[in-house]
């Protein structure tokens, strides 16, 4: 069914010729990656030599917030949790696999509207400064996973924040995937709450990414991802009916 359906791109014949839904979402995954990381971590390090903010987001708020070291553990859930969320919740049939495609899709348009908003309007998270200069007291646990993300991350990149966008993006399909589970859905939705509060108490965001994080993805589900969920069900109706 899947190579009936229109907008399904070429880039994913192999990882569709998968037979196992592990080896179909790990080779979905490699894609992903071989293209978004390249392309965010170049232009995250061009903005930073570039070295320009044309609008400082900071607030009161943001000053007032208090940084929590432990809750880069929270933060990094991005990585080790919500990416990783079809692994759990996609289901195994070939409706499951389309929709795991267009989520792929979707994360490359997500990043493309982003990076190109990086670009246009770059801004330094100058809040970083806070965690630095709390580095000295900090436990060599956390401090370990600081300084792993600023040696990749640096200080640029602020809004809309990917970070809340992108786990926004795999929470709203996992809630798709597992409406028989309430318990989960629940669950999932108040760690995504969790994690995007994460990005100020690590003084990895402003309050504006965070809130501009959120709001990217309404145009994008109500003009890209219903659209093309739409043709999946059509395209399953018509397979049914014929």
């Known amino acids: 069914m899947s190579d009936e359906i229109p907008g399904i791109w070429k880039i994913w014949n192999f990882t569709k010729s998968r037979k196992s839904n592990v080896g179909?979402?790990?080779?979905?995954?490699?894609?992903?990656?071989?293209?978004?990381?390249?392309?965010y971590v170049i232009i995250n390090h061009l903005m930073s030599m570039r070295g320009t903010t044309v609008f400082d987001p900071v607030t009161s708020m943001d000053l007032a917030i208090p940084f929590m070291a432990w809750t880069v553990v929270i933060y990094l859930s991005l990585f080790y949790l919500f990416y990783p969320l079809p692994l759990i919740s996609m289901p195994n049939s070939q409706r499951g696999r389309n929709e795991a495609l267009i989520l792929s899709q979707s994360m490359i348009l997500l990043f493309v509207i982003s990076n190109t908003w990086f670009v246009l309007f770059p801004a330094e998270v100058h809040l970083r400064t806070q965690a630095v200069d709390g580095a000295d007291t900090m436990h060599p646990f956390f401090l370990s996973m600081y300084e792993g993300l600023w040696s990749i991350d640096e200080p640029y990149s602020a809004w809309p924040s990917l970070h809340v966008s992108s786990a926004l993006l795999f929470t709203l399909f996992a809630i798709r995937w597992w409406k028989d589970w309430p318990v989960r859905q629940w669950a999932i939705g108040i760690w995504w709450v969790l994690m995007s509060l994460s990005i100020l108490t690590t003084k990895q965001h402003f309050i504006l990414?965070?809130?501009?994080?959120?709001?990217?993805?309404?145009?994008?589900?109500?003009?890209?991802?219903?659209?093309?969920?739409?043709?999946?069900?059509?395209?399953?109706?018509?397979?049914?009916?014929?």
């Open 209 to 242: 990414d965070l809130i501009t994080g959120m709001l990217v993805m309404w145009p994008i589900w109500k003009w890209y991802i219903q659209p093309a969920l739409d043709r999946v069900d059509i395209a399953l109706s018509d397979e049914v009916s014929s």
């Open 24 to 39: 179909f979402l790990l080779s979905m995954a490699a894609i992903d990656v071989a293209i978004l990381a390249p392309f």
